[in-house]
C-alpha cells in the first residue's frame, strides 16, 4: 500500500481559512432593569421574571453597587419575545 501524501490545494484552503478574521462575540451591554424594559417595551417585571425565574438572563453586579444588578441587553433581547402588531 502506497501512502498518499496531502494535495496543495488542501494546504491551501487552510491556509486561506486561517487567514479570515474570526468575528468577534459582541461585547456586553450592562443595563439596569428599568433600562432593558424601556429598550424592549415591556414592564420591569417582565424582565425581572425572565431573570429570576429561568436561565434565560444571566444577573450581573453593578460596579458600582454591590447589591445592584445588571443584566445584557442583547441577552434580554434574544431571551424576551416582544411580539409587536402591525398598524394602530
Same mark, same amino acid.
Given at each position: 500500500? $502506497?501512502?498518499?501524501?496531502?494535495?496543495?490545494?488542501?494546504? =491551501?484552503? $487552510?491556509?486561506?481559512?486561517?487567514?479570515?478574521?474570526?468575528? $468577534?462575540?459582541?461585547?456586553?451591554?450592562?443595563?439596569? +432593569?428599568?433600562?432593558?424594559?424601556?429598550?424592549? =417595551? &415591556?414592564?420591569?417585571?417582565? &424582565? #425581572?421574571?425572565?431573570?429570576?425565574?429561568?436561565?434565560?438572563?444571566?444577573? +450581573?453586579?453593578?460596579?458600582?453597587?454591590?447589591?445592584?444588578? #445588571?443584566?445584557?441587553?442583547?441577552? $434580554?433581547?434574544?431571551?424576551?419575545?416582544?411580539? #409587536?402588531?402591525? =398598524?394602530?
Amino acid at each position: 500500500m $502506497a501512502v498518499e501524501e496531502p494535495q496543495a490545494p488542501v494546504q =491551501g484552503l $487552510a491556509q486561506q481559512e486561517a487567514a479570515e478574521p474570526v468575528p $468577534a462575540a459582541p461585547a456586553r451591554v450592562l443595563v439596569p +432593569y428599568r433600562d432593558a424594559a424601556d429598550v424592549l =417595551g &415591556v414592564v420591569e417585571e417582565t &424582565v #425581572r421574571g425572565a431573570a429570576s425565574k429561568s436561565p434565560r438572563l444571566t444577573k +450581573y453586579p453593578a460596579p458600582d453597587n454591590p447589591r445592584a444588578v #445588571r443584566i445584557d441587553l442583547n441577552e $434580554a433581547r434574544r431571551a424576551i419575545n416582544v411580539k #409587536r402588531t402591525t =398598524g394602530a
